[in-house]
């Protein structure tokens, strides 16, 4: 069993939901996502999403657009953050690490280098953006020979019958659900529809479900919790850190409030 699969089981097993928390590499110091991680597992965080950043995003809000462009003043590039995932495994990280990058640096190293290197360096998944259904056998083939789920995004918009196909090229992992149309962000409100999207994918696959996309509050992550099988924060959790002196400490307690809040909903009749 992977790593992803054996974490959502457990959590399963244990009526709790996955938190995810999403940091961009580089940010806010080349090296700091060695201190932040090991934090948000420390503050209850079962999954870690790393950005690898991007001159021209096409899924970014504002908040991880920023947090890209320093990081990329700070010198990170796709090698540079394989090589810090490695590093956070020669430290003792045993926690899935998922990569989230666009495909133009992907096919700059090579599909079948990057997926050698995902597995040597103990990727367990990675999240492309502009990577459509449609052309994502290369990298998807490429990383499940070495065991590494290719994690497909699903709009609120996507038809029924799409979202079963999609799914059905999954083997493992998860779904990652966009809770709204746009780009990422934290936001206000929650779509009010959120739960009949989740039920509408939960109908077509039996995978694990993960909400992204303007969760920023602990009653938000409750309600997801309540949803779907984990809660992907990022814009909220780099504006966290941005605002702080010190990241690791910001970090902690804003990933404690989110885990607080998650544990209590699923606790809840």
């Known amino acids: ?145 070495h065991g590494i789920a290719l994690i497909p995004l699903i709009a609120p918009t996507t038809p029924t019958p799409r979202v079963a196909r999609i799914a059905a090229q999954v083997q493992d992992g998860f779904l990652y659900l966009v809770s709204l149309t746009g780009v990422t962000g934290a936001r206000a409100e929650l779509p009010p529809d959120l739960a009949a999207f989740v039920q509408r994918v939960r109908a077509v696959t039996d995978l694990p479900l993960a909400v992204g996309f303007g969760i920023s509050r602990p009653e938000h992550a409750a309600h997801v919790a309540r949803l779907a099988d984990g809660v992907i924060v990022g814009s909220a959790l780099l504006r966290a850190i941005g605002d702080s002196a010190a990241p690791r400490l910001a970090t902690r307690a804003f990933l404690r409030s989110l885990r607080r809040a998650m544990d209590e909903a699923r606790a809840q009749p």
Request: no cysteine; net charge negative.
């Open 1 to 145: 069993m992977s790593r992803l699969a054996e974490t959502f089981a457990r959590l399963r097993e244990a009526n709790r939901a996955a938190l995810i928390p999403y940091f961009t590499l580089g940010y806010p110091d080349f090296h700091s996502a060695l201190e932040l991680v090991p934090a948000a597992l420390e503050a209850g965080a079962n999954i870690v999403e790393l950005g690898v950043p991007f001159s021209d995003p096409l899924a970014d809000g504002a908040t991880i657009q920023a947090a890209s462009q320093r990081a990329l003043a700070n010198g990170m590039t796709l090698r540079h953050g394989l090589d810090q995932i490695a590093a956070l495994r020669s430290r003792g990280i045993t926690a899935p690490l998922v990569l989230m990058g666009y495909y133009n640096p992907i096919l700059q190293l090579g599909i079948d280098t990057f997926a050698r290197i995902a597995a040597r360096v103990g990727l367990d998944g990675v999240i492309v953006p502009d990577l459509p259904l449609e052309e994502a056998a290369p990298l998807r083939d490429a990383l499940l020979v």
